[in-house]
């Protein structure tokens, strides 16, 4: 099995060596042996497992999540892939929550863009009229001035 420095790791999965150390650090990878000059060498299975780890972060899990079905690949139970199922499951409801939120961010977005005139004082511009005073906001005034803001 080839080993290599971390440098080299770092090369071949495209990432910084700060990135290979956090890794270690958090435990997604096995800490490394030493040479007697104080150099890490990795084993060549930390390509692939690094690779599973920046793949894993495209499709939106946290290290955390990702920690856990690296633990899953150890596991030997028989229920392994029930687990990543259900990991997923999570993932793309969280997903769409963020789609959801995304689309209304959007929505409100579009609305005051459409509202503003684009020229003129900036003080009657919706779109920072929107930011600044929260519609809710009980402060304001009949004519739409803030009370003691």
């Given at each position: ?5 971390i440098?080299r790791?770092?090369r071949?999965?495209d990432?910084?060596?700060e990135?290979i150390?956090?890794?270690e ?7 490394p042996e030493?040479?007697?000059?104080g150099?890490r060498i990795f084993?060549?299975n930390?390509v ?7 793949r ?11 920690k856990e079905?690296?633990?899953l ?9 029930a687990r ?9 409801k969280?997903?769409?929550r963020k ?8 929505s409100?977005?579009?609305?005051l863009e ?18 600044q005073?929260?519609?809710?906001d ?5 004519n ?6």
């Amino acid at each position: 099995m080839e080993q290599q420095t971390i440098s080299r790791l770092a090369r071949r999965v495209d990432v910084n060596t700060e990135t290979i150390r956090y890794y270690e650090r958090e435990g997604l990878l096995e800490p490394p042996e030493r040479l007697p000059s104080g150099y890490r060498i990795f084993p060549e299975n930390a390509v692939q497992r690094v690779h599973f780890i920046k793949r894993a972060q495209k499709l939106g899990f946290s290290l955390h999540e990702i920690k856990e079905l690296l633990s899953l690949r150890q596991e030997l139970t028989g229920r392994e892939c029930a687990r990543v199922k259900r990991l997923a499951a999570e993932k793309i409801k969280e997903i769409d929550r963020k789609i959801e939120a995304l689309a209304g961010m959007r929505s409100v977005l579009k609305d005051l863009e459409e509202q503003c005139p684009g020229s003129g004082p900036l003080s009657g511009c919706p779109i920072v009229e929107s930011l600044q005073y929260d519609k809710s906001d009980h402060r304001r005034t009949q004519n739409g001035n803030a009370r003691g803001v």
